[in-house]
């Protein structure tokens, strides 16, 4: 008989065997950036995440980098009434994004920035791309992500993170940032599932589509390998880094492409819906809060995430300095 609990008799013993850390470096913040001044306003549907002006989100980002976090990925809010058909305030030269990351790279040049590249918080259809029979256009799609990502690798995102799910999305940002010498790296939305767990982020950016839903173009979870095919396709485009999303049903995926991919980072995202799920249940007191995202999170890096993105990355930190869990 082999014996096993040797491993785990005491705190000390299970940590010397523990195979699987969480590091700050590891983990990415996400950020709602709205337009004003001097806004800092709770979301409803995920208590603990603000919308920010950009003034108070220079604030914040000095807090998260007292805890040694340093990427960020941005989310633009912008109000209905500035919405049109075909997404324009997104890849304006003014967009709220390229302002904001400006804004950031003035004050903490060190801040890694990632930026979400999808038409659907800025159409007043809530969809993320041209439409035409009440359908997206995926051809007619792709220039206008690519402009709206040139626009932010020109205001100095670190990397633009094409999330529309359109095909051939990352070749033709790839090709606009080529043609105009930018070195920007490209983080892929590769496999992004059609997901209920999206909800309080449709919320919290106002993008929920004002008809149908995004199953034409995000992936069907009902399937086992195209997620995988779509992360090939992604890297063959000229992806840097790759991701998985959501995360917490989808860790056998998350698994798979890291086998297959060891070569390109990986991220996953604990997305809105597992957030708040988890928030929720310790708020109403099923589980401790501390304990289940400590859980959560390890089994993403076990699975074979590189990177995390979480809207608990602050205080997951902050626990692991205060030795609480």
């Known amino acids: 008989m082999k014996r096993f609990r040797q491993y ?3 705190p000390e013993t299970r940590d010397r065997y523990a195979d699987v850390h969480i590091h700050a470096e590891d983990l990415i913040y996400p950020y709602f950036i709205v337009e004003g001044d001097n ?5 409803s549907s995920m208590k603990g995440v603000f919308h920010f002006s950009i003034d108070l989100l220079l604030t914040d980002i000095e807090d998260l980098l007292s805890l040694g976090i340093n990427k960020i990925l941005l989310f633009g809010v912008i109000n209905d009434n500035k919405k049109d058909e075909t997404g324009s305030p997104a890849y304006t030269p003014d967009n709220i994004i390229s302002r904001a990351v400006i804004a950031i790279k003035n004050h903490y040049p060190q801040v890694v920035i990632f930026t979400d590249v999808c038409l659907c918080e800025y159409t007043s259809h809530g969809h993320c791309g041209l439409l035409h029979n009440h359908d997206v256009d995926n051809d007619s799609t792709l220039p206008l992500l690519a402009e709206m990502a040139y626009q932010h690798a020109i205001a100095g995102a670190d990397f633009v ?8 999305q990352v070749e033709a940002i790839k090709r606009r940032l080529s043609e105009e010498n930018l ?7 590769s496999a992004k599932y059609a997901s209920a767990f999206y909800g309080p982020f449709r919320d919290a950016a106002g993008s929920a589509p004002s008809f149908g839903d ?14 995988l095919e779509e992360t090939a396709a992604d ?22 492409a890291s086998v297959l991919f060891p070569d390109y980072p990986l991220v996953t995202y604990q997305v809105s819906g597992e957030y708040s799920m988890l928030k929720s249940g310790a708020a109403q007191g099923f589980f401790d809060e501390a304990r289940i995202f400590f859980e959560s999170l390890t089994a993403m890096k076990r699975a074979g995430a590189k ?3 979480t809207y608990y990355a602050k ?3 902050r626990q692991q300095q205060n030795s609480s869990i």
Request: hydrophobic share 40%; charged share 25%; with cysteine.
């Open 315 to 317: 205080d997951f930190i």
């Open 39 to 43: 806004i800092k306003h709770e979301i």
């Open 214 to 227: 995004r199953k034409s173009y995000q992936m069907d979870f009902c399937t086992s390998n195209q997620g």
């Open 307 to 309: 990177y995390i993105i």
């Open 8 to 10: 785990r008799t005491t």
């Open 183 to 189: 070195n920007t790296k490209i983080l892929a939305y």
């Open 235 to 256: 890297i063959e485009e000229g992806a840097d880094w790759i991701m998985v999303k959501p995360a917490m049903a989808y860790l056998d995926i998350v698994q798979r």
């Open 161 to 168: 993170a094409p999330s529309s799910m359109m095909d051939g």
